[in-house]
């Protein structure tokens, strides 16, 4: 029979297209609509932080919000922004240069330190992507079956296969007609880059996305990894022996070995979400992978997720953030503003002494050793312990 794997390209392209949502186009194209300016960006409801180097920061939020500072956070300026789509995730790999993602297929670049941004793909163009490949896949799957059908000799289980094939390819490509019509409702949620040309974003329903430019050209590449039902991508990080891993739903880890060109399927043994994954130093080992998501779920692996083990986070809220800080400690945080750390060398996660109930959604540490937070009411300070210091919003 054909080899099954056929299936992978077809199902990983487009099932996110199909099990994607529909919604009625809005009247106004946020993708259109410049971020408001306001006096009140700080206290905004931020999703992710990230550092341009030395004392600057960069967080983005809702409403197409990126906020930054020059000065450790003490001061926060409102960028121009071409969007007011909610932001999900930001990454700079130099002082100038970075990126950011969000919803109906955003992803805005800045060359000035985030005072600016610019688009370059949106959920419009994505779509059309989408269909490309839809297309290209149905039209492979037809020559592949008349290939079959002209033989004398082939095998008619071959045949019913890819028969079968060709049905759910067209099938799909129906789906994806319907859903792209409803416009640009996919978001994305985390962005990496490697250096300022080679970068990845990832997203909802499973949507991979590459470039090698700097963004110039996005290529949707979901088929280099076997995610047949099109789960979620939630977060990629980098590991210190090049590899990289993507957190993702129902209980899936995605490991490369290769820069991204293919990815393994890592299952640690639990079947809701994983937000993130901390890369800890652990010794001889290397380092230690911290998969954390639902209901405080947390679990290890030293072998690069070869195995894994369940580990004990100290909590029953969900984490949605985690960050590994300068000393070692690996720094948790979630809803109900729960904050869980570990200090290098233990194995135990303790709770911080933390009165703001707020959600946690993005932690960044400064050099100070001061401990950057964004979530519901815009950003905050502690100290590495967790312990609430004096936030941005209080000193303004």
């Known amino acids: 029979m054909m080899n099954s794997l056929h299936c992978i390209p077809l199902r990983a392209l487009l099932a996110f297209a199909v099990l994607g949502f529909s919604a009625p186009a809005s009247a106004i194209d946020l993708l259109e609509l410049p971020a408001v300016q306001s006096g009140a960006a700080s206290r905004a409801l931020l999703l992710d932080i990230t550092s ?10 809702t409403y197409g919000v990126i906020i930054v500072s020059g000065d ?35 992803i805005l670049h800045s060359a000035d330190g985030g005072k600016t941004w610019q688009k370059q ?20 799957v037809r020559g592949e079956l008349e290939a079959l059908q002209a033989q004398e000799d082939a095998d008619e289980y071959d045949v019913e296969d890819a028969e079968f094939m060709l049905e759910e390819a067209e099938f799909m490509l129906e789906g994806a007609l319907d859903d792209t019509s409803a416009g640009p409702v996919r978001p994305l949620l985390d962005v990496w880059f490697r250096n300022e040309n080679e970068g990845f974003a990832v997203g909802s329903y499973g949507m991979l996305l590459h470039t090698i430019n700097g963004g110039q050209d996005w290529e949707l590449v979901s088929d280099r990894m076997d995610n047949a039902e099109a789960f979620h991508l939630n977060q990629i990080v980098p590991a210190p022996d090049g590899a990289l891993f993507i957190a993702g739903e129902a209980g899936f880890v995605y490991r ?7 990815w393994d399927s890592l299952e640690p043994g639990y079947e809701g979400s994983f937000y993130g994954i901390v890369v800890a130093p652990n ?17 290890s692996s030293n072998d690069r ?9 100290g909590t029953a809220v969900t984490l949605m953030s985690g960050a590994l ?46 401990v950057m937070l964004v979530g519901l009411g815009g950003v905050r300070k502690t100290d590495q312990n967790g312990e609430p210091l004096a936030s941005a919003n209080e000193q303004q």
């Open 256 to 262: 490369s070995s290769d820069g991204g060109q293919t």
């Open 325 to 370: 800080l300068n000393d070692g400690t690996v720094y948790l945080a979630g809803q109900g503003g729960n904050i869980m750390t570990r200090p290098s060398g233990e194995n135990a996660f303790r709770a911080a002494n933390n009165p703001d109930r707020r959600p946690i959604s993005g932690i960044e540490q400064l050099a100070t050793g001061e």
């Open 72 to 106: 450790g956070g003490s001061s926060w300026d409102q960028a121009s922004v071409p969007a007011s789509v909610t932001l999900t995730g930001v990454h700079f790999p130099t002082a100038e240069k970075g990126w950011a993602v969000g919803h109906d297929g955003l």
């Open 52 to 61: 341009l180097g030395e004392e600057s920061l960069a967080a983005v939020g």
């Open 283 to 299: 010794g001889a080992a290397g380092y230690e992978l911290l998969a954390y998501g639902l209901r405080g779920n947390l679990f």
């Open 305 to 313: 997720g070869e195995s894994w083990n369940p580990v004990e986070s």
């Open 121 to 140: 793909l949106d959920g419009h163009q994505l779509n059309e992507q989408i269909m490309a490949v839809a297309e290209r896949i149905v039209e492979q």
